[in-house]
């Protein structure tokens, strides 16, 4: 995990900041240099020498400076730049027609932390400077002279996030749907100081309230970069591109990234997050029934014959996980809801013994059938479940039951099969509902990846196991770094196999959150899209109050008309349902990993300043 250095950073850097008129990139060195860029890339020196002058006419030096931060104002441009006189700091504002000539107004008091106003903007007739390295405040000013501070902080670091660190005003990028706030995070690994790039959005109507924050970073840790001094000089939006320029053991390197504020836009917009039903929980324990009395949680999920069919986990008074049902017709409100169990454990596979074996326990209880998972193929219904007899580790089975015999209820399932291996725990089995080149297509969870394999049949003769033939791994960094597991079996969408998965995270490891993927309608081993963020996050009461406190766990999800439902466990107590418009829910999942680098520009160097 990275740390965070509590010293000053050394004063290595050459590079002063950056700021671009729309037509041009300037890039400011020492001593009071100007480099021009049409590209952003490519920087001609600019034949005259820039300076910062007071009143009596007096220069600046500029060894002392930096942290560049300039915004274009009524009048001009409004620079705020940092001095450093040792032991102290201070923050320092000029003003200036040409980008050259800069007239000091002197200390912005009390401030001493990097800061920069928001660019072509007021608010109540006042310029709005955002600020901090800690964490960000903002103060405002009638005539750039005086400058109020707001007390409460604007942007903190964040448990459970990569930027739960100190954060360094950035920069700020006007845009129609709000102000871009970009911010550093400097990290000390053993091999060196690295910085990660963190994005929010802040309301133009009212500039202390946040409207969206990322929750990965823009930009993580510059594999060439480790182990030389890095220090950031600011970014700009050019020509639709957010720009992100570096010094790097003296010498300028840019990372770009392509339709920046469309796609935090986009993000922001919400087409992901998937919303609660206000009627959750959908299914609650029924005290009076001794099967089902501490919980009914994590349901499979199959729409079938006009209606939603849930087969929920549930533990009653002998603490054995069995499956009971229950059935929906707008697959929200409950129609019908057996007052017996469909499903028990009948192996000894999957019979416990009757004891708490606490190294295994899962979701509670001691055992049997656990998170089942439904797929219809042909004219069968197909039960995945985890079957955990308590003493071993837990498995996989799988079991079928004819379309017939489902729809009239008559519970004639098959005899179940392990099909995971002896020594390994399976968990999170689920079947893809056509066959790919006439296989049968699984998914499984083996610590800490999404397993896929391909099948010539599901009879599973002989003591055959799954192999794991290919895998979905999680992603450093993002809020599915630690675990991922498939969810619900994978819905054909227009844009691909949607797999809502769930996943916990190194940042966050209590919770189990929701996310989804795209994976090729031909090939389902290949991610087209995925969510860069949770789709859902445990916070409320019935996902916080009951056997396990911070648990979102989808095992099933439908396509009813026009909307995808996702039910879920909460707090392994339980079965949740979330909704959203199938085709903007799509949309979203599509654009949401477009901020990628763009490999012309990624982490280049620029044309030197010192040329
Ligand atoms: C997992 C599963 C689930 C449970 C979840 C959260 O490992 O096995 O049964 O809902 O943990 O506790």
Known sequence: MPTL??????????????????????????????????????????????????????????????????????????????????????????????????????KISPLEETAMMVPDYKYKDQYVLYFGEKDIKIATSYDLEFWHVKKDPVLKARSGYFDNLPIKMGSLIQSPKGIILIYYLRVEKREGTQYLVGCSLFDKNDPSQILFRRNIPVLDTVKDWIGKSVYPLGSVIFKGKLLLY?????????????????????????????????????????REHPWESQATFNAA?????????????????????????????????????????????????????????????????YGGCEDPRITKIDDRFYLTYVAFNGNEHPKIAITSIRTDDFRCKRWAWEKPKLISAP??????????????????????????????????????????????????TP????????????????????????????????????????????????????????????ILVPDRHYENEGYKAGVAYPCGAV????????????????????????DSFLFGLKSSNRLTLDPEYSTRKVTSYND
């Open 5 to 106: 250095l509590t010293h000053a950073p050394k004063m290595t850097s050459g590079g002063l900041g950056v700021f671009s008129d729309g037509k041009n990139v300037f890039l400011f060195s020492r001593p009071f240099n100007i480099s021009i860029s049409e590209d952003g890339l490519n920087f001609r020196h600019y034949p005259k020498k820039s300076s910062i002058s007071d009143a009596k006419g007096k220069r600046q030096s500029a060894l002392n400076l930096r942290d560049f931060r300039i915004s274009n104002f009524e009048y001009g441009h409004f620079l705020t730049y940092k001095v450093r006189l040792k032991p102290t700091e201070y923050l320092a504002s000029a003003i200036s027609n040409d980008l050259i000539t800069w007239n000091k107004i002197g």
């Open 246 to 286: 570096f010094d790097i053991d003296g010498e300028v390197f840019v990372v770009s990234y392509p339709s920046f504020d469309k796609v935090v836009y986009e993000e922001s917009s919400g087409l992901l997050m998937l919303d609660k039903h206000e009627a959750n929980p959908v299914i609650k324990p029924i």
């Open 301 to 365: 999920a199959v729409y079938d014959d006009g209606k939603v069919h849930l087969l929920y986990r549930a533990i009653g008074e002998s603490n054995t996980s069995v499956l009971g049902y229950a059935s929906s017709k707008d697959g929200i409100n409950i129609d019908e809801r057996l007052n017996y169990p469909i499903y028990a454990p009948t192996q000894d596979f999957e019979s416990p013994g009757g004891l708490p074996i606490i190294n295994y326990m899962s979701g509670g209880g």
């Open 423 to 472: 020594n390994v725990i399976n968990k999170n089995p689920c079947l893809l509902p056509k066959k790919i080149n006439g296989k049968y297509v699984i998914f499984h969870r083996v610590f800490p990846n999404i397993l896929i394999d391909f099948l010539d049949d599901l009879n599973f003769e002989k003591t055959r196991y799954l192999k794991g033939e290919f895998s979905i």
């Open 475 to 534: 992603r450093r960094n993002f809020w599915d770094s630690r675990k991922i597991g498939a969810g619900a079996p994978p819905i054909k969408t227009k844009d691909g196999w949607l797999l809502i998965y769930h996943a916990v995270s190194d940042h966050d490891p209590s919770k189990y959150k929701v996310g989804a993927m795209l994976l090729d309608i031909e090939n389902p081993t290949i991610v087209l899209h995925r969510s860069n963020n949770p």
């Open 559 to 582: 396509v009813l008309g026009k909307k995808l439902i996702v039910y879920y466990g909460g707090a392994d107590t339980f079965v949740c349902a979330a909704s959203k418009n199938l």
